[in-house]
């Protein structure tokens, strides 16, 4: 099964290469802060700009997420839990959130990463509060995509601590070679993206190289994270946790059939 499941990763991966490949565009001359930026990325799958808003510009923005919240008339997702509260059209209500969504320096950063020209489909802004077992901001451990390179820009609004919600990474998990190795090792499937706990450790335990690395930090916090690698929130203990998001994905991906699925929640 691990053989024909390997199979299956190479025959999609290798698609999706090809087809970036075909859409590539060329990457501008970076500065030496940009590549320090994708040095880390493509080492680890994950980097954090400190300082990147203002905690005054942080407190109108959670402010501005709890109104639309409150908003009767604005679509919302709220998990079982109701823990995880998501407006995932929140730059379509306010300006200071639209910002964010059409931040050029984060889009910049990303089309080096990718080497594509990238489309932000939607900024989610979200609020984390605890309840009893709740699974932390989306839900446990995935991977956003197996066969698809991902990435996205979060801001912390909040000071987030142990206690709420951190996001955490596998740090390197986002490598081609570590998803086959997966396949083969640990019997993962060509296109699983949900993990249990157990399935973490296992996979842990074979790649001793690669370890667990929680993101606290104060708010105004940009992580710039590819998705393809194992990721998730932890659940949240205390406290509350606001952050945006913004879904980049390559041009090429962006089709109607990807806008009809995302105007639903939008």
């Not at 929140?90 to 910002?99: G, Q, R």
């Not at 601590?161 to 993962?188: C, R, V």
């Not at 399935?199 to 842990?204: H, S």
Request: aromatic share 10%.
């Amino acid at each position: 099964m691990s053989f024909l499941d390997l199979a299956k990763a190479y025959t999609h991966i290798s698609y999706e290469t090809i087809k970036d490949r075909m859409h590539s565009k060329s990457v501008e001359n970076l500065s030496e802060e940009d590549k320090q930026i994708l040095s880390d990325l493509e080492l680890n799958g994950v980097t954090v700009i400190p300082n990147y808003y203002s905690e005054e510009k942080c407190d109108q923005i959670k402010s501005e997420i709890d109104n639309l919240i409150n908003d009767a008339t604005v679509k919302k997702w709220v998990d079982k839990d109701g823990s995880d509260t998501r407006v995932y059209g929140a730059h379509n209500h306010s300006d200071k959130i639209m910002e964010f969504h059409k931040d050029q320096f984060l889009t910049r950063i990303g089309e080096q990463y990718t080497r594509c020209e990238l489309i932000n489909s939607h900024t989610l802004g979200a609020r984390l509060v605890p309840t009893l077992n709740n699974l932390g901001s989306g839900g446990g451990w995935h991977r956003d995509s197996v066969f698809r390179i991902q990435y996205k820009s979060i801001v912390y609004l909040t000071d987030v601590t142990e206690e709420n919600g951190p996001f955490e990474y596998i740090l390197g998990s986002h490598k081609i070679s570590t998803i086959y190795k997966s396949i083969i090792e640990n019997k993962f499937n060509s296109n699983q993206n949900r993990l249990e706990e157990e399935q973490i450790e296992n996979f842990l335990n074979s790649n001793q190289h690669l370890y667990k690395q929680l993101y606290t930090a104060k708010k105004g916090s940009v992580i710039l994270v590819d998705t393809r690698g194992i990721h998730r929130g932890t659940p949240i203990k205390d406290g509350n946790r606001y952050a945006l998001t913004n879904y980049f994905m390559p041009k090429h991906h962006y089709t109607k059939e990807v806008e009809k699925k995302w105007k639903q929640f939008i």
